[in-house]
């Protein structure tokens, strides 16, 4: 079955500004005031600025701006509109209009000679071929727009450009082609300190390193985009940034990473009104929803996602959404609509004429009728599909068909040609799993190569700058060993004098110090009577400032040692992390190990600094109402694998309805996750933690009840201090950080627990804590 999710490679010629609402309004007012022919210009700008937030609105004031250009004969402007009118077209998903325009467009442009124009188009006309699956093309746009950049003598078009053939190549598999111009376009971007061009051509490496299993670095390059699109203030690159990284995490399965990082830029999308950005982050939450088989809330993220592109009138990302809509009413088997929407589908594919959506939906409907025993209908799709993926050389599909109707065949216990098929299945995913790999092993030699290149112009800058260096060091040595000979003899000079004055004063004051000392003595006894009583009086006040003084301490050498150390501690992990990239050769396997040994200790020792810092640092508490349910359902959820591995079930019992509570959730999650993790640590297997909440009339009570090992009756005094532990890996400030928070919550926490029978930490909270 396939999912359809959206990726965001960075083409250069649709660039849209991240904040279009102060300019439309300005242009609004100045339209109101402009004459007939100056109309047309404002109507177009109005038009660009509309692009991808509001298709329509870009197509209604590109037509009313051709309208007046052609009443003027103002080419300019009529090539403009068109392009424009173009340009809506494409953001709408029908990409065949689309093209009509923006090759009518280029056609004024030409006519009018106007460079920076036509390349323009050029670049646009390639874009909508991106979109079309038809690269080749793309890619004779692209360089004809290169050659005109180089012409100009346009660093930044060259770029580009360069940036726009790689996208090209990425779509056409020839990783090893798409990373020589990426790396191309970031040099020259890089060169000119264009900071946007060089963030969206790291965000497009990252993207290839990603399809290539190169994470750790993927990551690296996407977050170097979004720490630049930060400090530009681009809030659309922020968001694309967020979603590539999204995208990483979710092709190494880690699932609660990925919705993360979606969820933060679908915010930003939102703040930014961008509706084809919103629809992209629904859709791709959706799929992790999918993925972790909560088929529901896929469900919910897919009709948000599909209500945005209904709203655009955008045909692709319709017919994206209604093939993932049909593909999880397969998964839970609810036949009937699962067909109705791969059909709808398949209705917008094919007004678009995107066949390769058209083989997807086609393999997605044979599915469907395979599993509701349908054979002859399934074998009829698989088919229409496999003809469509081998035209147009969809390899992952086609493997994924030839599987598929095998199975169906040795399901009708037809042997002979589910074998056959079984048979081409294995030759074109062996030839294909080749081909790959040979392209992913010459994309990392490239990258390798030109990483290489870069740090060797590095190391001839360095020993260029120390030759300086050294140069400049020698003159300012000698002048300096001249000074210091001059102040060393005067130095010395001084101290000969001052510790001949000091001796005849020591003699003089030892007499003095003498006939004081004897004086002294006597006030000295007097005095120590005095002492001796004010220190019994003040004793017991000083036992009750012990342990706030104790608190100050820890805090103060909590917070000195987690900054003298996380640092190193940094490159010593980042360090083992690089060398494990580097080294792949099997004959280094001991080596890796150790290495992998380095690397986990040190996140080890970072984990225990951050609990030093969470200690140390003052807490700002944040109250809101909020639901403590689902605080206690998001602490069962981040705990549940480590009780999946240790058969430990966990039981929520909420005994009352819980209303909404004044608390600061980050907070109060974190004690009450910590109570949750003693429990669980505490419990050696097959056990259960049991969660209940109830409500009296003033206070909501949850308690945390295991049945595990239980603690000494000795040791549940010292249970809330700093740094006591009776676990080896324990720091031993969980349990007092949690016993501060629930104090900062104007709560009350008790313990009570049983050697061999268990342990329950109540926690009784005010309703009105206001």
Not at 701 to 725: M, Q
């Amino acid at each position: 079955m396939r999912k359809i999710v959206f990726i965001l490679l960075i083409l250069c010629s649709f660039t849209i500004a991240h904040s279009q609402k102060a300019k439309i309004d300005s242009l609004q007012k100045e339209l109101q005031r402009a004459d007939d022919k100056q109309k047309a210009e404002i109507l177009n700008l109005l038009a660009k600025a509309y692009w991808n937030i509001d298709p329509e609105q870009t197509f209604q004031y590109s037509r009313r701006a051709l309208d007046i250009a052609r009443k003027y004969d103002y080419k300019k402007e009529i090539a403009r509109a068109i392009n424009n009118i173009g340009v809506s077209y494409y953001f709408q998903g029908e990409y065949d209009k689309a093209l009509k325009n923006l090759k009518e467009s280029l056609k004024y442009r030409k006519e009018l000679d106007n460079r920076n124009d036509i390349i323009a188009s050029l670049n646009n006309i390639g874009i909508v071929y991106n979109e079309k699956n038809e690269n080749e093309k793309a890619i004779e746009y692209y360089q004809e727009s290169m050659q005109l950049e180089e012409k100009e003598g346009n660093l930044s078009g060259i770029a580009g450009s360069l940036n726009n053939i790689g996208i090209a190549y990425e779509n056409l598999g020839r990783y090893n082609k798409a990373l020589e111009n990426f790396r191309k376009a970031q040099q020259l971007y890089e060169e000119i300190g264009d900071l946007y061009g060089s963030a969206s051509t790291q965000s497009n490496i990252g993207i290839i390193l990603g399809v290539l299993a190169n994470y750790d670095k993927a990551i690296e390059y996407h977050l170097n985009a979004l720490k630049i699109y930060e400090k530009i203030g681009d809030l659309s690159g922020k968001a694309a940034s967020l979603g590539n990284i999204g995208i990483i995490y979710d092709d190494i399965d880690e699932d609660e990473k990925a919705l993360e990082y979606y969820l933060r830029s679908l915010e930003i999308e939102e703040q930014l009104h961008n509706e084809l950005g919103i629809a992209g982050k629904l859709n791709n939450i959706g799929i992790i929803y999918d993925d972790m088989k909560d088929y529901n809330k896929a469900l919910e993220f897919y009709l948000q996602a599909m209500e945005h592109y209904e709203k655009l009138q955008h045909l692709d990302g319709l017919g994206n959404i209604c093939n993932n809509i049909g593909v999880v009413y397969e998964n839970l088997e609810r036949y009937e609509q699962a067909l109705s929407y791969l059909q709808k589908a398949m209705e917008y594919y094919k007004i678009l004429d995107k066949k390769k959506g058209v083989a997807a939906v086609l393999n997605n409907l044979a599915s469907v009728y395979a599993r509701s025993g349908k054979d002859q209908l399934a074998l009829n799709n698989f088919f229409r599909s496999l003809e469509i993926a081998k035209e147009i050389k969809l390899n992952d599909l086609i493997i994924e068909i030839y599987e598929k109707i095998s199975n169906v065949y040795a399901s009708q216990n037809n042997y002979q040609t589910a074998l056959k098929y079984f048979k081409l299945y294995s030759q074109v995913k062996d030839s294909i799993f080749s081909k790959e790999r040979s392209e992913i092993v010459t994309g990392i030699e490239t990258t390798y190569e030109v990483e290489l290149q870069l740090e060797e112009q590095e190391k001839e800058i360095e020993l260029l700058q120390k030759d300086n260096e050294i140069y400049k060091l020698k003159a300012e040595k000698q002048k300096l060993w001249m000074w210091l000979m001059f102040f060393g003899i005067t130095i010395l000079l001084v101290l000969g004098f001052l510790i001949y004055y000091r001796y005849r004063i020591n003699i003089k004051a030892k007499k003095e110090l003498e006939k004081k000392v004897n004086e002294r003595t006597q006030d000295l006894q007097k005095t120590n009577k005095m002492l001796k009583k004010e220190i019994k009086e003040r004793h017991e006040l000083q036992n009750q400032l012990i342990l706030s003084e104790r608190m100050a301490a820890v805090g103060e050498l909590a917070a000195g040692v987690a900054h003298e150390i996380r640092n190193p501690l940094g490159n010593i992990s980042s360090a083992a992390q690089l060398c494990l990239s580097k080294i792949s050769d099997q004959r280094n396997r001991e080596f890796q190990e150790f290495l992998e040994i380095i690397r986990e200790d040190s996140e080890k020792a970072n984990s225990i600094i951050r609990g030093l810092l969470d200690f140390a640092n003052p807490r700002e508490v944040n109250f809101s109402r909020a639901s403590l349910r689902k605080i206690i359902d998001k602490i069962k959820m981040r705990i549940s694998a480590r009780c999946l591995e240790n058969n430990i079930s966990v039981i929520i019992e909420e005994k009352d309805k819980i209303p909404l509570l004044m608390i600061d959730k980050k907070w109060l999650e974190q004690a009450f996750l910590n109570f949750a993790l003693n429990a669980i640590s505490a419990i050696e297997k097959d056990g259960k933690l049991l969660i209940r909440l109830q409500k009296t009339e003033k206070t909501v009570i949850i308690k945390f009840i295991d049945n595990g090992i239980g603690i000494k009756a000795e040791n549940l005094s010292k249970i809330f201090d700093p740094f006591y532990t009776t676990r080896e890996e324990g720091v031993g400030l969980g349990l007092s950080l949690s016993h501060q928070i629930i104090k900062d919550h104007k709560g009350e926490i008790e313990l009570e627990s049983k050697e061999n029978i268990g342990t329950t930490i109540t926690v009784k909270l005010p309703l009105n804590n206001e």
